[in-house]
């Protein structure tokens, strides 16, 4: 299927920071103030679930989930069951506790690393580019993992290599920058949000020696780290 532009997102009008300023007074300031750059706008954690959620209890990874603000959003808007993994502890300890006073029961909150998860126990993905702080000097969350152009090799290519592995049909959904960590095997079936956000389902099976040859075109500059565009 080729690639389409939908036609059904908000307007500017809607498109407003204000339903984000309401909900990300669920948070302490300091996580609260990081959330324009580095947490998914309400709109479009609600067009990602929509794309991602194909049938109830399907069971959604958010890799990267920060303070759960797209797991909480998408879990309050679906039948879909919502997983985030946040390697830093104060942003998983946010999500457990907006999971409580919203009383959204449909969310896990793991703290960990994502090597360290079973791709396998889940039916879809969703990123918001988890992995390019590790090659840009500005907009970093803080100083409290390591960080390094290694470590966004490592962790790009190991969730490439996973999502390869996933069934044909699985879906992925990602949010800014370039989708180094999508493989080949997975096509672009629709953008949305200008083309900040895309769908991309898994059509054919991975090629690991064709992934191996891959340029990551994030070391040659991104957007990524911006605010989601005014349409
Ligand atoms: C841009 S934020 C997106 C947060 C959330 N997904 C959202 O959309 O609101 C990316 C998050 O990924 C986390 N992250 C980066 N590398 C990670 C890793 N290897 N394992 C787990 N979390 C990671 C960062 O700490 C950060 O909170």
């Known amino acids: 299927m080729g690639l389409t532009n939908s036609e059904d997102e908000p307007d500017e009008k809607s498109f407003t920071s204000v339903e984000d300023e309401k909900f990300d007074l669920i948070y302490p300031a300091k996580i609260r103030k990081l959330s324009s750059i580095f947490w998914t706008p309400v709109a479009v954690a609600a067009k990602a679930a929509e794309l991602l959620v194909t049938a109830p209890d399907t069971g959604v990874l958010d890799i990267g989930c920060g303070p759960g603000k797209f797991c909480l ?5 679906t039948d879909g069951r919502f997983t985030g993994v946040e390697q830093r502890s104060d942003l998983i300890a946010a999500a457990k506790q907006a999971a409580i006073e919203l009383e959204i029961a449909e969310v896990e909150f793991i703290h960990g690393n994502v090597l360290e998860i079973d791709f396998a126990a889940y039916d879809a993905f969703y990123l918001f580019n988890p992995f390019e702080e590790n090659i840009f000097q500005g907009n970093k969350i803080d100083r409290a993992v390591p960080l390094s152009p290694g470590l966004f090799k490592k962790y790009t290519s190991h969730v490439s290599a996973q999502l390869g592995a996933r069934a044909i049909d699985t879906r ?6 370039y989708a180094d960590d999508i493989p080949s095997c997975y096509t672009c079936e629709s953008t949305h949000f200008g083309d900040d956000l895309k769908l991309w389902i898994k059509e054919r099976e991975y090629d690991a020696e064709l992934e191996s040859l891959k340029v990551l075109r994030s070391y040659h500059g991104s957007r990524g780290w911006s605010p989601p565009r005014k349409r």
Do not use: E
């Open 73 to 77: 959003l998408a879990a309050s808007l």
């Open 172 to 177: 992925v959904v990602s949010y800014m920058g």
